[in-house]
């Protein structure tokens, strides 16, 4: 693979830090919402017990650091495979500065340490979850916690689920909904319906972006061997799964506030994300532009996030 790189000597600390927060993307900072919204169905349902903030705190901290290590992994193999360099030569993405692996502010080697360190963190933070919560964390919560991390870590390494038909789905789908129910299930050791239909919300909103990204890569994702579903299956068929799944994510975005216990009259609060989900719909299925549409996912997530925190309170 031939790729322009810069020489590492003369990168000043500042520049390698950010060379850093780009390969965790953490500009990427909607995965917060899940747990901020986790935290205020908490709070909603006046549910609380010793030791619950040092906890929750802790699982932010593993959710930020599994994300880290898993879009390190994701960038490592992109870059060894050639289909990041495909894809980012088309000139549809933001500039290649955003992948340090490509602009040589990275080494290989330092990307994969990263990964590896923060990976360690992830999984370190779930038993770290038995000092402030006095030994009282339930097996199953963490064989999940564990479970989850590890599907994470191997979207695109190991196992490689965003290689598969439908894994890239399944891995989006399952991290995004388990940052909800997970730190509200630990503290609760229950599940709401609120709760529930919070955590799928969340998962579709994050899968509505990324199918969107990934019908844009199909063909670099194809032509290095990446077989995602908007590879493999046709242009028509899915558009269709994408306008399914968006019709799926304005159904639960005001389930809470008809079979829930949000305040009905405080859907008002969402109004803005049903706004945009339909101009995400309209410039991603009827206009094709796919990067619009991405982005456009994006402040569809945030006006979702925001919206039903303002409800919760409020409730």
Known sequence: MTTETIQSTGI???????????????????????????????????????????????????????????????????????????????????????????????????????????????????????????????????????????????????????????????????VNTAEVLGPYWIIARHWSTDAVLIGLLIGVCMLLVVSYANFGDREGDAASGRRTLAAVISPTIYRGLIAVLSVLSLALLVAPFVIGSLNPWLVVCVLPAIVLRAMQIRAGLIQDQVQRAVILGFRSTDAVGLGLAAALVLS
């Open 12 to 174: 000043s600390f500042g520049e390698k830090a950010g060379a850093y927060f780009r390969l965790g993307k953490l500009r990427v900072y909607h995965h917060f919402y899940a747990w901020l919204l986790a935290v205020l169905l908490l709070a909603h349902e006046s549910i609380s017990k010793p030791g619950m903030a040092a906890a929750l705190g802790l699982i932010l901290v593993g959710m930020i650091a599994m994300k880290v290590a898993t879009c390190a992994a994701d960038d490592v193999v992109g870059f060894r495979d050639g289909s990041d360099a495909k894809n980012y030569a088309t000139g549809g993405h933001l500039p290649k500065s955003n992948k340090p692996l490509l602009s040589g502010m990275l080494s290989e080697r330092e990307a994969i340490t990263f990964g590896i360190v923060t990976g360690l963190i992830a999984f370190g933070t779930g038993l770290a979850l038995l000092i402030p919560l006095d030994g009282d964390v339930p097996i199953p919560f963490l064989i999940g916690y564990f479970v989850v991390i590890a599907v994470a870590v191997q979207y695109s390494w190991l196992f490689k689920f965003s290689y598969r038909p439908t894994g890239l789905e399944f891995v989006i789908f399952l």
